[in-house]
């Protein structure tokens, strides 16, 4: 009999001691939250701008003008809030505004997602993060974590609207002073600062460039999810399993 998906996962977690999320498309609606502010922005900035900067700014940041479907290895999808701004500043530049000029158009139409209102749970978290630690091979039970390519602030503030403060042990942000995602220093800051290997370790997310940390930390375990950006082909040559979404974690 062939095993169940829920149980071939089951089985791989019984060594893991910290579960490490990505926040947007694994956690959190990605589309929802940064789907609507790429449009803005590009609205905005084609504006303050006074050219038409719309079509070639959302082609710059991985997502389709007609379909707003953000590419899997789009800027979108995993590059920092800071990156983005000057991604968006050299854009101007290169559409005939000067320095000046291109800096305060964007800042004029710069204006971030709202981290709280547009955070949609994509499964009943508590009940998830609850069932993981618990479930965990540590007398204290598992350890969860977030890397994420958002900046802190925002982080912390969608953790505390979704009331999940007490259920996370570690968080590692796109602002944070470490190379992100791709490489592996997220990963390995957060099993260095809570104490568990790399190989004890699984990382969930729904980008290549989340599952390629997780493979370069050394992850004992790394999980494609497909709730956000990445489809199966994008994330299966880099991770161990694929499931439809976090909620399959919960065995």
């Not at 791989?12 to 939250?33: A, C, N, P």
């Amino acid at each position: 009999m062939t095993p169940r998906r829920g149980d071939v996962i089951a089985d791989r977690l019984r060594s893991i001691e910290l579960v490490v999320f990505d926040k947007d498309g694994t956690l959190i609606d990605f589309h929802g939250m940064w789907g609507g502010w790429a449009f803005s922005l590009a609205d905005a900035l084609e504006a303050a701008a006074g050219s038409r900067l719309r079509g070639a700014l959302l082609r710059a940041l991985g997502v389709d003008p007609r379909t707003g479907v953000t590419r899997a290895r789009g800027t979108l999808a995993a590059t920092p809030m800071g990156r983005i701004r000057e991604l968006t500043v050299e854009l101007a530049r290169e559409a005939g505004l000067g320095p000046a000029e291109a800096e305060a158009a964007v800042s004029a139409a710069w204006e971030p997602p709202d981290p709280v209102a547009l955070a949609v749970p994509l499964t009943d978290l508590r009940a998830l993060l609850g069932s993981l630690r618990a479930g965990g091979p540590a007398p204290a039970g598992r350890k969860i974590a977030i890397a994420t390519s958002d900046d802190r602030a925002p982080t912390e503030r969608t953790i505390e609207a979704l009331g999940l403060g007490d259920l996370i042990d570690g968080t590692a942000c796109a602002d944070d002073g470490v190379p992100v995602k791709p490489a592996p220093d997220m990963v390995l800051r957060l099993c260095g600062g809570l104490g568990v290997l790399p190989a004890r370790t699984a990382v969930i997310g729904d980008s290549p460039s989340d599952l390629r940390m997780g493979r370069a930390a050394g992850a004992g375990l790394v999980v494609g999810v497909l709730s956000g950006v990445g489809r199966r082909r994008d994330l299966a040559p880099h991770a161990d399993v694929v499931v439809p979404s976090v909620a399959a974690l919960m065995v």
